[in-house]
């Protein structure tokens, strides 16, 4: 393995294929949550693999029985308590997004167990999205007071439709993998067991494929997603300033003490 991957701390690195480099997200014991060391690691990750001549497409995937449970509470609260904090995870947050619309390899998200939050993020923004049927997948912002970013504005409409991504995002319901598949928000859903071998065998046709052609396609095809950047950017925006404001307050202390939450009924905007 290069020692450009040398440095990850909760990102690990195999190769299935020669030319394949697998990403296994794993934070021990936490379902694989994103914290303040994982965040900036997934953003500098597809820089890296860009520039790595070995590397012809990428597979994503997570520890054990979970893709990625999105962002701690830890890391939550820091955001809540510390301007500077929150602003350098909104920068994260945004290039994450970028980073991975404008990485020059295509990217197979590999997903079984839950996906939620900062983790949905990466296995929807991958240029194919593989999950387990029994996959569970959450956006969960508006279930805890905040307004949906991240990842859903500048991609939910284009895959699933704008019906269905209003219903899902504003109601924050768990879909699960097959469900996902019926509805268009993933390219495909397979038995659990089979999950790890249709992802290599995918991106081992494409790392064995014309590799200017397959890219050219993805960066054409990643306009759809450049041009809803200003819808992105709005969203990301009016996210963190929600964190700032009761809603959330309410919304992740509802989670600690395992209640429903009670929020305010009504609002200025």
Known sequence: MSDLYAGYRRLRFDRPHPRVLRITIDNPGKMNSIDEVMHPEMVRVWHDISGDDSVACVILTGA?????????????????????????????????????????????????????????????????????RTAKLIDGHTRIGLACGDHAAIIWPILCGMARAKYHLLMCNTITGEEAERIGLVSLAVDDAELDAKALQVATQLAEGPPTAIRLTKYTMNHWLRMAGPIFDASLAFEFHAFTGPELREGIAAVKERRKPVFPTHSAF
């Open 64 to 132: 054990g029985d979970a893709f990625c449970v999105g962002g701690n509470f830890d890391m939550v609260q820091e955001m809540v308590d510390n301007f500077d904090v929150r602003m350098k995870n909104l920068r994260e947050a945004r290039d994450v997004v970028y980073n991975m619309i404008n990485c020059t390899k295509p990217i197979i998200s590999a997903v079984r167990g839950p996906a939620v939050g900062g983790g949905l993020v990466c296995a929807l923004l991958a240029d194919i999205s593989i999950v387990a």
